[in-house]
């Protein structure tokens, strides 16, 4: 993230309460000013000076909670008053619909901050890389399961569904998986990794993204190891052993750029059809949704209604909505916009499923680092004060809730 972003985030007007929820100005105490204004120059001066000091050391000594020592200071002893945080996105969704996150690996195990939010915010969580392959199995056939179990056991305990991301991706195929092999060979490794996998974690998943950005932007298969050396039956293929390995979770294919009526959209409408038609287990079509500012898909609702068309479940699986540094008031509008846009298109197929951010806060978004230029993408602000974006969300929530409360 660069210093704009940390700037610009809704960080420098808003005024928080000690648990750091923003509070709207109209709570913010004015008798200071009032003081001020009756008392001499020179004790005023001395006065700001000893209140900046007093400020400093108390910034230095605790009053940010960040991650690290400062979490270990010892919990005051009387219990705070609860304030009350922002609402609960999970609480405010329709039974049939789920609202996740991403999560990032080393936020979940370092920062109390985050866990509270992704535990009191989301009902569905996919892990934001702790299930890919370089990950679970960085040498052949030894696997490494320590950050995806702790994510799949905070999932449990928060009483969150598991969205498995992904089993197949051509941008995370181990080094070791070498092209110089025989198609069988390949194939053989292929089914291993999957199987493996899948059975890990039977009965604890919901959904698997089974393959992962399958297409070229032109709508066509795109081309990658797995195309070159096993052919289209490779997709079909990985939904079956999939399916095999855990017949109860629902099995999605996923891709970026579909989420409006584009020509990548169109070959993957094409391709979910002969897929089924072909007989593989496809049950859901996840859409990315990684949105830039200013670039808002085209008809997205319309889009997912001809998919859900085919007889299959819908979800947003990866949104984020990236603004153009240096962000501004107007675009932080502009991009609680885009996110209620993306929700209706949900809430309007009857099939879609859930909703997933990639990520709910800015400190730890992948905009930061693969968008340069970009940023601030989130809807919690890098010190987890909720932006515009979330109250766009929970307002477009509130108001279904109460027109059909059940
Ligand atoms: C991204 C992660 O967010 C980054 O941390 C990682 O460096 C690269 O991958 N589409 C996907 C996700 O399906 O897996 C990607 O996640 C973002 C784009």
């Not at 929820?21 to 000893?50: E, F, H, I, K, N």
């Not at 941008?171 to 089914?191: F, I, M």
């Not at 297409?215 to 081309?223: I, K, N, T, V, Y």
């Not at 052993?241 to 020509?263: C, K, S, V």
Request: proline share 7%; net charge neutral; hydrophobic share 40%.
């Amino acid at each position: 993230m660069t210093e704009e972003v940390r700037a610009g985030a809704a960080t420098g007007t808003v005024v928080r309460t000690d648990d750091g929820w923003p509070v709207s100005p109209s709570r913010v105490p004015t008798s200071v000013d009032r003081t001020m204004s009756r008392l001499p120059r020179a004790r005023v001066v001395v006065l700001s000076v000893v209140v900046l000091v007093l400020v400093a050391c108390a910034a230095y000594f605790g009053w940010d909670r960040g991650v690290g020592p400062v979490e270990s200071v010892a919990a005051p002893t009387a219990k705070p008053s609860p304030t009350p945080g922002p609402p609960a996105l999970r609480d405010l969704m329709p039974p049939n619909v789920r609202i996740g996150s991403a999560v990032n690996g080393q936020m979940l195990a370092s920062d109390a901050r985050y866990r509270e939010t992704l535990s009191s915010q989301f009902n569905a969580v996919t892990s934001e890389n702790a299930m890919k392959w370089t990950i679970l199995e960085p040498k052949r056939g030894v696997y490494d399961w320590s950050a995806s179990d702790q994510f799949v056991d905070f999932a449990k305990a928060n009483g969150q569904a598991v969205y498995g991301h992904t089993l197949l991706w051509h941008s995370n195929t181990p080094v070791w998986v070498t092209e110089s092999w025989s198609p069988e060979q390949l194939r053989a490794v292929l089914k291993q990794h999957i199987t493996t996998v899948v059975s890990r974690y039977r009965g604890k998943i919901w959904a698997w993204d089974v393959v992962n950005e399958v297409l070229a932007e032109d709508g066509s298969l795109r081309d990658s190891l797995w195309l070159r050396k096993l052919g289209p039956r490779y997709i079909a293929d990985a939904f079956r052993w999939a399916h095999e390995a855990d017949p109860d979770a629902r099995l999605f294919i996923n891709d970026y750029g579909t989420e409006g009526r584009t020509r990548k959209a169109d070959g993957l409408l094409r391709l979910v059809k002969e897929l089924r038609a072909g007989g593989a287990p496809v049950h859901g079509v996840g859409f990315q949704s990684h949105i830039r500012l200013g670039a808002p898909p085209k008809d997205a609702a319309g889009n997912l209604r001809r998919f859900a068309a085919l007889g299959v479940s819908v979800a947003i699986t990866e949104l984020d909505v990236r603004i153009p540094l240096p962000v501004t008031t107007q675009k932080l509008l502009d991009q609680a916009l885009l996110y209620q846009h993306m929700l209706k298109a949900c809430l309007a197929v009857a099939t879609c499923e859930s909703v997933t951010l990639w990520g709910f806060t800015d400190v730890s978004s992948w905009i930061g680092s693969h968008y340069p230029g970009y940023g601030a993408a989130c809807v919690f602000d890098e010190e987890f004060a909720p932006k515009p974006a979330h109250g766009a969300l929970a307002q477009e929530l509130s108001a279904r809730k109460s027109a059909s409360p059940n």
